[in-house]
């Protein structure tokens, strides 16, 4: 089992729905998860972390963690054509001493 | 806050000559610096870890005397991608993280080498 596993997608949802992006991890002790976004042709760039069980909001990003299942989701609010990208979910592994991302789900906001 | 530069953004060299991509932490100090590689429509691959005035931590696979990391500083980390060839030709990305291990890492916008 991989200790990062996301859909690669694509998922494709219209302007102005909800986005749903979905991560699960193996480590059981991990505590602190990451989401990033991608762009094609351009490096990582960090959305939200979270590190307690529950929902974290930030505008219209949030981030849910359920350390029981072992799932971590984000949610993108009223998406927009801007947020076509892939969102890689990160936590870490390999002994702690760093993070272990996914392969990534390319979301696509079609007009 | 938390910018990290690269620098060159882009770099074209001949096969056999070396290149040094050099990783900044603009406006914090990074304890450990990661440099990952990614090669087209594939996932971000981590190459190496890197702790100021420390040897880096290399991947399994990663060869260490190809890809020489220097992290002198605790601002400033290098990667020397040595006697480069084609199938080195890649987006290599840095990322720097204030506290190491699971901390938050800040991504630098990448270098993308082309080896002819």
């Known amino acids: 089992q991989k200790e990062v596993e996301q859909n690669s997608g694509p998922l494709s949802v219209p302007e102005g729905a909800i986005a749903s992006l979905n991560c699960t991890y193996s480590d059981r002790g991990s505590q602190s998860f990451f989401w990033y976004r991608q762009y094609s042709g351009k490096s990582p760039e960090l959305i939200m972390f979270i590190y307690s069980n529950g929902d974290k909001e930030d505008g219209r990003f949030t981030a849910q963690l359920n350390k029981a299942s072992q799932y971590v989701s984000l949610l993108i609010r009223d998406s927009q054509p801007s947020d076509s990208a892939t969102y890689l979910c990160a936590c870490p592994g390999g002994g702690g001493n760093k993070l272990t991302f996914g392969t990534g789900t390319q979301l696509k906001v079609e007009l | 806050g938390a910018v990290v530069s690269q620098h060159p953004s882009r770099v074209i060299c001949k096969s056999g000559t070396s290149v040094k991509i050099e990783c900044r932490s603009l406006?914090?100090?990074?304890?450990?610096m990661f440099w990952y590689r990614q090669f087209p429509k594939q996932s971000l691959m981590l190459m190496a870890t890197?702790?100021?005035?420390?040897?880096?931590?290399?991947e399994q696979g990663v060869e260490k005397d190809k890809f020489l990391i220097n992290h002198a500083s605790l601002t400033l980390s290098t990667l020397t991608v040595t006697s480069a060839h084609p199938e080195d030709s890649s987006f290599y990305i840095c990322?720097?993280?204030?506290?190491?291990?699971?901390?938050?890492?800040?991504f630098g916008p990448g270098t993308r080498l082309t080896v002819l």
């Open positions: 890197s702790n100021e005035g420390s040897k880096a931590t290399y």
């Open positions: 406006d914090f100090q990074a304890t450990t």
């Open positions: 990322s720097a993280s204030q506290y190491g291990g699971a901390d938050t890492q800040y």
